[in-house]
């Protein structure tokens, strides 16, 4: 049973198949099966099997986007039967994320969401349209590991600087791992605001996280 509702996970995902996510997600929990084990050996297997697909353009950026949108909508249901202790646990690390101020799109933001997830983060999603000072906020009540800013739009890119420059004038600089991404974004871009990481796909940018956390732990 607990092997054939893991590969309905797995399955949903892949097809993007939002109701069958929601409820395979309520048949983990109501055969007992751990939710933690439910997204990392289900949904997690098949968002990174999209990904891959996606990266070798066998899928397009619509069919990665309905498969976040069927994970994210299974997780929703499987992260009400998990603590937070449980994700600390897993130790891979906390990430607040969201799109600055002024811009409301938040496609590219989800999908890397999704694949956050799915590689064992815990992710806090402040959403679309954020000050600048809510992601500095956020990082700091719930001991956050990496702030991610999402810009796409060129005249809201400069965002993604003032938020560096604020945690520089706050003393908060060297405690976070910043990484930028967006449409306008480029690697010349991070490096002169300031950022460690610039994400230019969404599997790039979780590369990245990863790399960068474990370099910053080994310190």
Do not use: C
């Not at 109501?30 to 289900?42: F, K, Q, R, T, V």
Request: glycine share 8%; net charge negative; aromatic share 6%.
């Amino acid at each position: 049973m607990k092997k054939e509702v893991l590969e309905k996970l797995r399955i949903s995902v892949i097809n993007g198949d939002i109701e069958a996510a929601e409820a395979a997600a309520k048949e983990a929990i109501n055969i007992g099966l751990d939710p933690l084990e439910a997204i990392e050996e289900g949904l997690s297997k098949g968002i990174r099997e999209v990904g891959d697909k996606f990266e070798k353009l066998e899928l397009f950026l619509p069919d990665m986007i309905q498969a976040a949108e069927a994970m994210s909508r299974a997780i929703a249901i499987l992260e009400e039967k998990i603590s937070f202790k449980e994700y600390s646990e897993k130790d891979k690390g906390v990430v607040v994320i969201g799109t600055v101020e002024g811009d409301i799109h938040d496609i590219g933001k989800n999908i890397v969401i999704a694949l956050l997830k799915a590689n064992g983060f815990k992710v806090y999603d402040l959403g679309k349209d954020v000050p600048s000072i809510k992601f500095i906020e956020k990082a700091e009540e719930i001991k956050a590991d990496v702030i991610a800013i999402s810009a796409l739009l060129s005249s809201t890119m400069i965002k993604q600087e003032e938020i560096i420059k604020m945690l520089k004038d706050m003393g908060l600089r060297d405690k976070y791992i910043v990484i930028v991404g967006g449409a306008p974004v480029t690697d010349e871009w991070a490096k002169k605001i300031g950022a460690d990481a610039y994400g230019k796909t969404a599997n790039e940018g979780v590369f990245k996280i990863r790399e960068l956390l474990k370099n910053k732990r080994l310190k």
